[in-house]
């Protein structure tokens, strides 16, 4: 089982409308969440950081944890275009000290 | 966010030569360097994992001796790919982290092996 896991996708909402997108992760002792961002040929940029229970929330974008479940979302409002890429997700093991990726969900935007 | 930055962006080189890319952290003290690998259309791949002033953590089926990788400071880490051939030709991406909880990306060096 992987540490990590995503829906390769692709995820295609219109523009304007909610973007949902899911991460699982493996019983470790995860610790921190992380919700990364990759247009084609470019590097990963954050995007988010989550540590605790609950949703926090930056501009257009949401993170979700749930860790009883071992479930972290990234909600994207009023999505763009400019918004297509693949999302990755990635979680801190602390006994560790590794970062998991997940392979990452590939979202379009519609205009 | 922080700013990390990779050089050079890209390379080209013949085929049993050595390349090095250089990782350095501009305005933080990167405590924990990360080198990836990812080939076109899949996802990253954790090549090794290096702290300042002590041998990497190799991946599992990463050759350390073909992959070396040097954390002489806080700022800056090399990744050498020795003799070089065409299955290295990739695109490599090296993180810091500078409190342990988050990497920031640098923006990666595309290698192409002739």
Sequence with gaps: QKEVEQNSGPLSVPEGAIASLNCTYSDRVSQSFFWYRQYSGKSPELIMSIYSNGDKEDGRFTAQLNKASQYVSLLIRDSQPSDSATYLCAVRVVDFNKFYFGSGTKLNVKP | ?114
Excluded at chain 2, 44 to 63: D, F, H, I, P, R
Aim: proline fraction near 4%; glycine fraction near 6%; charged fraction near 20%.
């Design chain 2, 1 to 114: 966010g922080a700013v990390v930055s990779q050089h050079p962006s890209r390379v080209i080189c013949k085929s049993g030569t050595s390349v090095k890319i250089e990782c350095r952290s501009l305005d933080f003290q990167a405590t924990t360097m990360f080198w990836y690998r990812q080939f076109p259309k899949q996802s990253l791949m954790l090549m090794a994992t290096s702290n300042e002033g002590s041998k990497a953590t190799y991946e599992q089926g990463v050759e350390k001796d073909k992959f070396l990788i040097n954390h002489a400071s806080l700022t800056l880490s090399t990744l050498t790919v020795t003799s070089a051939h065409p299955e290295d030709s990739s695109f490599y991406i090296c993180s810091a982290a500078f409190d342990q909880e988050t990497q920031y990306f640098g923006p990666g060096t595309r290698l192409l092996v002739l």
